[in-house]
């Protein structure tokens, strides 16, 4: 027990500093309304790929009275369960792909709006390292370190991206348009990223508290 809470300690320190970073941006550097947004949208893209690499790598056995009612392309969460985990993150990839690169094209355009200003590469470069390394120490630290691979199933992992990411960016950039009317002044500024490292931090702790409470694993076909 000490060595998980030790891990899920580490990742959530790395979660804060990593949100931060994009914090110390706007109070002490003037970083723009887009420039966050951009860099939100390039971590909703590690988070799919590390999604990917976890439900490659899951052993846990899904419980479909656990998963939620929703459908992708027409097909039941639930009738996901029992197909090989190669299969299940070959679609994740098709349908959390198209998803990504349509709120990117999104992200890019709001970036002609009056009040977004226009992202500052450098600005977007320093803040995505940071959250981009929280997700890879996560990974390491937690899911392989602590062994959650053992204890979430494939389908389960393939879901909780649209629970937290859908949320969470859906969340910003109703907050940006709202931010961007007044002049996006620096305290709204502050207050979105206030907001959203505390979603990220109630989806981080849900997330490995789901781990811990389940069952013992199966052997997936890979």
Do not use: C
């Not at 979660?15 to 966050?36: C, E, K, Y």
């Not at 007044?182 to 789901?210: C, F, I, N, Q, S």
């Amino acid at each position: 027990m000490p060595s998980r809470w030790s891990g899920l300690e580490t990742s959530t320190v790395g979660l804060l500093a990593a949100n931060a970073v994009p914090l110390v941006g706007v109070v002490l550097f003037g970083w723009n309304l887009h420039s966050l947004l951009v860099v939100y949208w390039l971590e909703s893209g590690a988070v799919g790929a590390a999604s990917v690499a976890k439900i490659r790598r899951a052993e846990g056995e899904d419980d479909p009275q656990e998963l939620p009612r929703m459908s992708f392309n027409d097909r039941s969460v639930r009738s996901f369960v029992g197909r090989s985990n190669r299969a299940i993150a070959a679609f994740f990839v098709s349908h959390y792909g198209v998803f990504w690169v349509v709120h990117g094209v999104f992200v890019l355009v709001f970036g002609t709006f009056p009040g977004f200003g226009l992202a500052d590469p450098s600005v977007v470069a320093v803040a995505a390292v940071g959250l981009l390394a929280y997700h890879a120490v996560s990974y390491h630290v937690n899911y392989l370190g602590d062994d959650e691979y053992e204890h979430n199933g494939p389908v389960t992992l393939m879901v909780e991206p649209y629970r937290r990411v859908v949320v969470l960016h859906v969340t910003i950039v109703i907050g940006a348009f709202a931010i961007a009317m007044v002049g996006a002044p620096v305290g709204l500024l502050v207050v979105m990223v206030a907001v959203k490292t505390l979603l990220d931090l109630r989806g981080h702790w849900k997330e490995h508290e789901r781990a811990r409470s389940r069952g013992s694993p199966r052997k997936p076909t890979r």
